[in-house]
C-alpha cells in the first residue's frame, strides 16, 4: 500500500509473491523509460527499460508494461526475494536524452 | 571493467567550506552526469558533461556550483561556501552514448553532509 506525506509509497510482499511497482509518468512525448533498483546506501541500478513503440519487455523475473493512453509503467517482479528489497525508481527519458525520475517505492520483502 | 566510480563516499564539511567530488566515469564513457538525491526522493538531474564541454547544465544553480570534465581525469562537481541545504547524496552516471539508447551506469555516490 502506499503511505502519505513525507515517506516513500511502499509495497510490502512475502518471500515467494509476485511483486508491482507502479509509474505514472508526465511527458507524453517521452520515447524511453527505464526503471532502476536503488538499495540502501548505493546508487541506482538498471535493471530493465522499454521503447514507446513497445507496451512489454521482459526480462529475468522483471515484466516491464507501458501504457502510453494514460501515461503509466509497471515492474512486475515474479518470485519477489528479500534480495529484492530496494527502492525502485522509474525513469522518462524524451527529446533531451536526460531522464526524469519518480519519486520511487519502497519495496520490502518479508522472508 | 570497473564501474563508475565516485570519491569520496563520505564528505563532511562546515558551512562555508568547498566541496570537491569527484566522478571516474566507465571506461570507454565519456558521457558523464551528476544527479542531487534528497532523503526519501528521486534523483534530480544537475548537469551533463562531455568530454571539456558542459552540454546541459539546466539543473545545476547558478551560484556556487561548477563541474568540469576535463581532457584528463575524472569529472568534478565543486560546490563552493556550501551551507547546510547542500547535504544531501551527490551520484555521477556515465553513458556509451546518447544517441539510440541513454543506459546510464551510476556510481556509489558521495554523502555529503554540511555542519
Known amino acids: 500500500g502506499e503511505s502519505v506525506g513525507l515517506h516513500l509509497p511502499t509495497l510490502s510482499v512475502q518471500e515467494g509473491d509476485n511483486s508491482i511497482i507502479n509509474c505514472a509518468y508526465s511527458?507524453?512525448?517521452?520515447?524511453?523509460f527505464i526503471w532502476y533498483k536503488q538499495e540502501s546506501g548505493k546508487g541506482p541500478q538498471f535493471i530493465i527499460d522499454i521503447r514507446s513503440n513497445m507496451d512489454k519487455r521482459q526480462g529475468q523475473r522483471v515484466t516491464v508494461l507501458l501504457n502510453k493512453t494514460v501515461k503509466h509503467l509497471s515492474l512486475q517482479i515474479a518470485a519477489t526475494q528479500p534480495g529484492d528489497s530496494a527502492v525502485y525508481f522509474c525513469?522518462?527519458?524524451?527529446?533531451?536524452?536526460?531522464?526524469?525520475f519518480g519519486r520511487g517505492t519502497s519495496l520490502i520483502v518479508h522472508p | 571493467n570497473a564501474g563508475v566510480m565516485q570519491n569520496p563516499r563520505h564528505l563532511v564539511r562546515r558551512r562555508g567550506q568547498e566541496a570537491r567530488l569527484r566522478c571516474s566515469p566507465m571506461k570507454g564513457h565519456s558521457h558523464v552526469y551528476w544527479y542531487r538525491q534528497l532523503p526519501e526522493e528521486g534523483l534530480k538531474f544537475m548537469v551533463y558533461?562531455?568530454?571539456?564541454?558542459?552540454?546541459?547544465e539546466s539543473g545545476m544553480p547558478k551560484e556556487r556550483f561548477s563541474a568540469e570534465f576535463p581532457k584528463e581525469g575524472p569529472s568534478i562537481l565543486r560546490i563552493q561556501q556550501v551551507v547546510r541545504g547542500d547535504s544531501a547524496a551527490y551520484f555521477c552516471?556515465?553513458?556509451?552514448?546518447?544517441?539510440?539508447?541513454?543506459?546510464?551506469?551510476f556510481g556509489p555516490g558521495t554523502r555529503l553532509t554540511v555542519l
Open positions: 558533461l562531455q568530454k571539456e564541454n558542459i552540454i546541459d
Open positions: 552516471a556515465s553513458s556509451l552514448k546518447v544517441q539510440g539508447g541513454n543506459e546510464q551506469f
Open positions: 525513469a522518462e527519458i524524451g527529446g533531451s536524452y536526460i531522464p526524469t
Open positions: 511527458n507524453s512525448a517521452s520515447d524511453y
